[in-house]
């Protein structure tokens, strides 16, 4: 069932509406009865990962949904404006959505909206928000937490068959964000992070799908078949990540796959000058570990973010 969790007035006789499609078992007793998971994507209006997940996973439920024991409430696009016009904030405003919340019911139009959404989505029992990475990086499945909430967090994460928890220090947490606002007053939100902005990777999708049957399962929303899920890497320290940075300004051109394992001093990629035809730099692994991370955009300045690697240390402990 469709429905408008949130709506103002805009000019020229249109709404912004922020919409959410609230799946339910055929028979069932009162909502407050029930297990409740959210999936929330398209707070950024160019990461468009979730947007394939929001659609596979409900044809997936339609397919059995006599196993359909809870609720599973659906919001594609939290940004709508931004996902129409391909742009990651709310176009006209220069605004970021995910430092709005939680928002104020008797504030500015951007306000309101957040509002809205916070008091539609607090009380779920599970929500996952979903992102992708910007259109220069690609990234592994992967969930993000903040170490204020890691405690309660982690241990749901591992379920969701993800291949990559990556627990960030209390320092870097932004407290105008979705999850954090939400994580804060008690409603536990995992950040998911995966593939690249303006494209949709059903591989990654397909199996963030898996894990949230999975997590479903375990809530006792869903009571079908699942598949078995993978057993995350973990990390809790920042030096578990070696970040490569890029030398010089040129074109980057990758010489491994992404998600692939490195050995230190290996040649993972060139800079290169397409005017001189000359190699500006061979961008070498720091060390042993695995590309979690990596730049699809190939233009680089100096300095840009070419890639990230988990060292070998955290890869080994978790296979």
Not at 20 to 29: H, Q
Not at 295 to 303: N, T
Request: proline share 5%; charged share 25%; aromatic share 6%.
């Amino acid at each position: 069932m469709v429905e408008i969790v949130t709506s103002v007035d805009l000019p020229v006789d249109e709404k912004l509406m922020i919409r959410k499609n609230r799946i339910m078992p055929e028979t069932f007793k009162s909502d407050g009865d029930m297990k409740r998971i959210s999936l929330v994507t398209g707070i950024h209006g160019d990461e468009l990962e979730g947007q394939y997940v929001c659609y596979e996973l409900q044809r997936r439920i339609n397919l059995k949904k006599d196993m359909l024991e809870g609720i599973v409430d659906i919001y594609p696009a939290m940004n709508p404006l931004g996902v129409d016009s391909i742009t990651r904030g709310i176009p006209a405003f220069d605004l970021d959505m995910n430092r709005l919340f939680p928002g104020n019911i008797d504030g500015n139009m951007t306000e309101y909206i957040a509002a809205g959404i916070i008091d539609d989505v607090k009380g779920s029992d599970l929500v996952l928000d979903i992102h992708a990475s910007n259109i220069f990086l690609t990234e592994i499945p992967q969930i993000r937490i903040n170490e204020l909430h890691a405690e309660k967090l982690v241990p749901i994460a591992k379920g969701a068959n993800v291949d990559f928890i990556w627990v960030h220090g209390a320092n870097t947490v932004l407290e105008a964000t979705f999850a954090h606002s939400l994580n804060s007053i008690g409603t536990p939100v995992l950040v998911v992070e995966m593939g690249v902005g303006m494209r949709i990777t059903k591989e990654y999708g397909n199996q963030l799908i898996d894990g949230i049957f999975n997590l479903m399962k375990e809530m006792g929303i869903w009571k079908g078949e699942t598949p078995k899920v993978k057993k995350p890497m973990v990390s809790t320290d920042p030096d578990d990540i070696i970040y490569l940075n890029a030398s010089a300004s040129g074109l980057f051109i990758p010489l491994v796959v992404h998600g692939s394992n490195v050995s230190k001093g290996q040649i993972i990629g060139k800079i290169v000058d397409p005017l001189k035809g000359k190699v500006l730099d061979d961008v070498r692994s720091p060390g042993d570990g695995m590309i979690f991370t990596l730049r699809d955009y190939p233009i680089v300045d100096e300095g840009s973010l070419m890639g990230r690697i988990l060292k070998k240390e955290v890869v080994t402990l978790e296979q």
